[in-house]
């Protein structure tokens, strides 16, 4: 049974650059939710979709960060241009809307991002 | 809107020894419960969780919780602490009524001495 899969699982890339991390949510779940998690903030939402459309994206951080969902199964949060402070493990997650099963949220490993 | 604190930002026991972690929410009415641990360089695992019923909770792991409703909290235990237990742990409420999004609290990181 594959669980939410995230790539790439490392990215250390130059200021400036384009980052794009992907997600694969788990068949059936219809939400999906991108969390960024660093020591000084824990861990913070930043953005979640439903069927493929954005709900709320009053966590990203600002308009460097783009979020889309293309279709079911594919999700992707793109960074550009990229600053040392994204610098962080980013996690996408994802639910069923069956209630109360839509907040038994289910991880990937993370991506962690390392901008130099 | 519902609140999760976890007083213990680092907790340490010896290899064998009981666990408490402890999990207070802040929300009207019955909140959704949850427990994830998370392990160095990995994603969030959901430990246990609660939703209605038995207060005594179990789940993976050997770890069990316990929803007490006059003290609004969710502490998560466990008998006997084995080395692989050390992670951090996070406790997480939703709210039905409200969105989609459960609250995580700060998390507590767990050291285990052998």
């Known amino acids: 049974d594959a669980g939410v899969i995230q790539s790439p699982r490392h990215e250390v890339t130059e200021m400036g650059q384009e980052v794009t991390l992907r997600c694969k949510p788990i068949?059936?779940?219809?939400?999906l939710f991108w969390y960024r998690q660093t020591m000084m903030r824990g861990l913070e939402l930043l953005i979640y979709?439903?069927?493929?459309?954005?709900?709320?994206d009053s966590g990203m951080p600002e308009d460097r960060f783009s979020a889309k969902m293309p279709n079911a199964s594919f999700s992707t949060l793109k960074i550009q241009p990229s600053e040392p402070r994204d610098s962080a493990v980013y996690f996408c997650?994802?639910?069923?809307?069956?209630?109360?099963?839509?907040?038994?949220?289910?991880f990937g490993d993370g991506t962690r991002l390392s901008i130099l | 809107a519902q609140s999760v604190t976890q007083p213990d930002i680092h907790i340490t026991v010896s290899e064998g020894a009981s666990l408490e972690l402890r999990c207070n929410y802040s929300?009207?009415?019955?909140?959704?419960l949850f427990w994830y641990v998370q392990s160095p360089g990995q994603g969030l695992q959901l430990l246990l969780k609660?939703?209605?019923?038995?207060?005594l909770v179990q789940g993976i792991k050997g770890f069990e919780a316990e929803f007490k409703r006059s003290q609004s909290s969710f502490n998560l235990r466990k008998p006997s602490v084995h080395w692989s237990d050390a992670a951090e742990y996070f406790c997480?409420?939703?709210?039905?009524?409200?969105?989609?999004?459960?609250?995580f609290g700060r998390g507590t990181s767990l050291i285990v001495h052998p």
């Open positions: 997650a994802s639910s069923f809307s069956d209630s109360p099963e839509i907040w038994s949220q289910h």
């Open positions: 068949s059936g779940h219809d939400y």
């Open positions: 979709f439903n069927n493929n459309v954005p709900i709320d």
């Open positions: 929300y009207g009415a019955t909140p959704y």
């Open positions: 609660y939703f209605s019923g038995d207060t």
């Open positions: 997480a409420v939703g709210a039905s009524g409200g969105s989609y999004i459960p609250t």
